[in-house]
């Protein structure tokens, strides 16, 4: 344990060294590509949505709070922050309803009325799910509203392996009308991302998956959930698309039931954020692709990671290629995407919690 934990102080004093110089700063993207900061001095900006008006928000964590960032001219650049909610407890995911701005607290989910022309909540909050489980090992709650009109909420695992006294902790949950919260899915270790497909209305959702299994194992992935499926964490996890009993946490360990998921990632480079193309902006082969941003590695010998994916979904099967990259520097990391955002013009807005920027991506032609 004691080893664990040098390596990771060591790892994340090398990430906060890296500070980018002018040479490392030229992102590499497909031709025809540009990416351009919109926001910058945030702090670890982590999730975004846009409001009624087409303006972009993005969750703070750190600082308590949610902030917009309004550009009124157009020019590519946001005007300025305004603060739109302070004071709360770990603030992730967000999400837009009927108007209403719906903040994912680490223990709750609140809502507020919202005013998209002066970019402030208008009263008090009110909960809407009061008491999911708090913090613990990942402490993100990420919600999306599905196409039946019901809040979903991601809630991650306690530990990096272990079993749940809680079982609505490594598992989607969905709420009832009533507000309460059931499961939907389990066994996912840690489904940071949740999105849905636009015309299926399928859930999709990035998984991280356990620690401590050597550089290659096992596959982080990015899955369609099903209602009822069960993902195998903690006892099993997959590997080339076969479900592989994990019989270092539990020496009767069974994958039998185990939903395997959709496509597999390189281990350790920690998939968050998603977001389906649903824009014009780029080009038609692009439309209906899955974006995915990796925040890398930290405890892997060789890091992985740090860039953006392009899933393309067209095809009898899902093809995963290199959409954008440069983060990484032969061993050192300078910034760390979390998470995708399609803007109303087309453009492909992208947080870094490590750097504290919002980028741009366009496409030129």
């Given at each position: 344990?004691?080893?664990?934990?040098?390596?990771?102080?060591?790892?994340?004093?090398?990430l906060?060294?890296?500070?980018p110089?002018?040479g490392?700063?030229?992102?590499?993207?497909?031709?025809?590509?540009?990416?351009?900061?919109?926001?910058?001095?945030l702090?670890?900006?982590?999730?975004?949505?846009?409001d009624?008006?087409?303006?972009?928000?993005?969750?703070?964590?750190?600082a308590?709070?949610?902030?917009?960032?309004?550009?009124?001219?157009?020019?590519?650049?946001?005007?300025?922050?305004?603060p739109?909610?302070?004071?709360?407890?770990?603030?992730?995911?967000?999400?837009?309803q009927?108007?209403?701005?719906?903040?994912?607290?680490?223990?709750?989910?609140?809502?507020?009325?919202?005013?998209?022309?002066?970019?402030?909540?208008?009263g008090?909050?009110?909960?809407?799910?009061p008491?999911?489980?708090?913090?613990?090992?990942?402490?993100?709650r990420?919600?999306?509203?599905?196409?039946?009109?019901?809040?979903?909420?991601?809630?991650?695992s306690?530990?990096?392996?272990?079993?749940?006294?809680?079982?609505?902790?490594?598992?989607?949950?969905?709420?009832r009308?009533?507000?309460?919260?059931?499961?939907?899915?389990?066994?996912?270790?840690?489904?940071?991302?949740?999105?849905?497909?636009?015309?299926?209305g399928?859930?999709?959702?990035?998984?991280?998956?356990?620690?401590?299994?050597?550089?290659?194992?096992?596959?982080?992935?990015?899955?369609?959930?099903?209602?009822?499926?069960?993902?195998?964490?903690?006892?099993?996890?997959?590997?080339?698309?076969?479900?592989?009993?994990?019989?270092?946490?539990?020496?009767?360990?069974?994958?039998?039931?185990?939903?395997?998921?959709?496509?597999?990632?390189?281990?350790?480079?920690?998939?968050?954020?998603?977001?389906?193309?649903?824009?014009?902006?780029?080009?038609?082969e692009?439309?209906?692709?899955?974006f995915?941003?990796?925040?890398?590695?930290?405890?892997?010998?060789?890091?992985?990671?740090?860039?953006?994916?392009?899933?393309?979904?067209?095809?009898?099967?899902p093809?995963?290629?290199?959409?954008?990259?440069?983060?990484?520097?032969?061993?050192?990391?300078?910034?760390?995407?979390?998470?995708?955002?399609?803007?109303?013009?087309?453009?492909?807005?992208?947080?870094?919690?490590?750097?504290?920027?919002?980028?741009?991506?366009?496409?030129?032609g």
């Amino acid at each position: 344990m004691r080893r664990r934990s040098l390596l990771l102080v060591l790892f994340l004093a090398g990430l906060a060294l890296a500070a980018p110089a002018p040479g490392q700063q030229r992102l590499r993207l497909p031709p025809g590509f540009a990416i351009e900061p919109f926001a910058e001095g945030l702090g670890p900006a982590r999730f975004m949505t846009l409001d009624p008006g087409g303006t972009l928000l993005v969750s703070i964590p750190r600082a308590g709070r949610v902030v917009a960032l309004p550009d009124a001219d157009g020019d590519g650049r946001a005007d300025r922050v305004v603060p739109v909610v302070e004071g709360l407890e770990l603030p992730h995911g967000l999400a837009f309803q009927g108007g209403r701005l719906y903040v994912a607290e680490t223990g709750r989910v609140i809502r507020f009325r919202y005013d998209p022309r002066s970019l402030k909540v208008e009263g008090p909050s009110e909960v809407v799910v009061p008491d999911l489980p708090p913090r613990g090992g990942h402490w993100t709650r990420t919600i999306a509203f599905g196409p039946d009109g019901r809040l979903y909420v991601s809630v991650g695992s306690s530990c990096n392996v272990c079993r749940e006294k809680d079982p609505r902790r490594a598992a989607i949950l969905r709420t009832r009308p009533d507000g309460r919260t059931e499961p939907f899915a389990t066994g996912l270790r840690n489904a940071v991302g949740i999105a849905f497909h636009p015309e299926s209305g399928q859930l999709w959702a990035t998984v991280n998956e356990r620690d401590w299994r050597g550089d290659d194992l096992p596959p982080d992935y990015v899955t369609v959930v099903r209602e009822g499926g069960s993902y195998g964490w903690p006892d099993c996890f997959a590997v080339e698309g076969r479900a592989v009993p994990d019989t270092t946490f539990d020496s009767r360990a069974s994958c039998q039931g185990v939903s395997l998921p959709t496509v597999e990632i390189q281990a350790h480079s920690a998939p968050l954020g998603l977001a389906f193309y649903t824009g014009e902006q780029f080009p038609p082969e692009y439309r209906g692709d899955l974006f995915v941003a990796s925040h890398g590695s930290w405890n892997r010998s060789v890091p992985t990671g740090y860039k953006v994916f392009r899933i393309r979904l067209g095809g009898p099967r899902p093809q995963v290629e290199e959409f954008a990259s440069g983060w990484l520097v032969g061993q050192r990391a300078w910034g760390r995407p979390v998470d995708l955002v399609v803007g109303r013009d087309g453009s492909l807005f992208l947080s870094d919690d490590h750097q504290g920027v919002i980028y741009r991506i366009r496409y030129r032609g």
